[in-house]
């Protein structure tokens, strides 16, 4: 079964500073992987999105980058801000998922807090 | 604005109550798609369409039907809501299968079964 999985579940980090958000995934054979941001009680916003055939998107302060032969995608915020605390989710739509086609199959997120 | 639109954005049911969830997307996207958002378990997928009048079942059918009678619009209901079903649930649709321009998502509903 494929999975996704996002670690920490939590980071704290102090205003100024840069830093990695981690997202792995069980199987390699995906369509993309999409960065979203939660804030408390609402929807979902997407950050970045990376086809499969790319290694990375860039967005601003935000850069993601994707390793399919590892697993691994990675989003980087340069000179955080008190305004990025939020969740950030991790998705990735599978080439096979349960006989069904490109299903998205979010990690449970890491929560992110910007201390000013 | 464009995107996607669902109503009611809160709604508290009495078990056993019955209810609909609107999902509604002026983007003219062929799939739609219906999740649910719990502590600690993240997004499940319920129900999705791949387009007008089809529906199949996702993770986490049961206790729920969906119908795709128009295409910008998709339709979750709880015919007899249970506490298990308290939620929070997310629409969202995309252009392609595959998600190429990837998947856009509504606001949310809250839905609290007492």
């Known amino acids: 079964k494929q999975e996704v999985t996002q670690i920490p579940a939590a980071l704290s980090v102090p205003e100024g500073e840069n830093l990695v958000l981690n997202c792995s995934f069980t199987?390699?054979?995906?369509?993309?992987l999409q960065w979203f941001r939660q804030d408390p009680g609402k929807g979902l916003t997407s950050l970045l999105l990376?086809?499969?055939?790319?290694r990375e998107q860039t967005s601003g302060r935000l850069n993601a980058s994707l390793d399919k032969s590892s697993g691994r995608s990675t989003l980087y915020i340069a000179a955080s801000q008190p305004g990025d605390s939020a969740t950030y989710l991790c998705?990735?739509?599978?080439?096979?998922?349960?006989?069904?086609?490109?299903?998205?199959?979010f990690g449970k997120g890491t929560k992110l807090s910007v201390k000013p | 604005n464009a995107g996607v639109t669902q109503t009611p954005k809160f709604r508290v049911l009495k078990t056993g109550q019955s209810m609909t969830l609107l999902c509604a997307q002026d983007?003219?996207?062929?799939?739609m798609y219906w999740y649910r958002q719990d502590p600690g378990m993240g997004l499940r997928l319920i129900h999705y369409?791949?387009?007008?009048?089809?529906?199949a079942k996702g993770e986490v059918p049961d206790g729920y039907n969906v119908s795709r009678l128009k295409k910008q619009n998709f339709l979750l209901g709880l015919e007899s809501a249970a506490p298990s079903q308290t939620s929070v649930y997310f629409c969202?649709?995309?252009?392609?299968?595959?998600?190429?321009?990837?998947?856009?998502f509504g606001s949310g509903t809250r839905l609290t079964v007492v």
């Open positions: 969202a649709s995309s252009y392609r299968f595959d998600g190429y321009r990837g998947y856009t």
């Open positions: 199987d390699s054979a995906i369509y993309n």
């Open positions: 990376i086809q499969s055939s790319q």
């Open positions: 998705a990735v739509s599978f080439r096979n998922y349960g006989g069904s086609q490109g299903n998205l199959i």
């Open positions: 983007m003219n996207h062929e799939y």
């Open positions: 369409s791949v387009g007008e009048g089809t529906t």
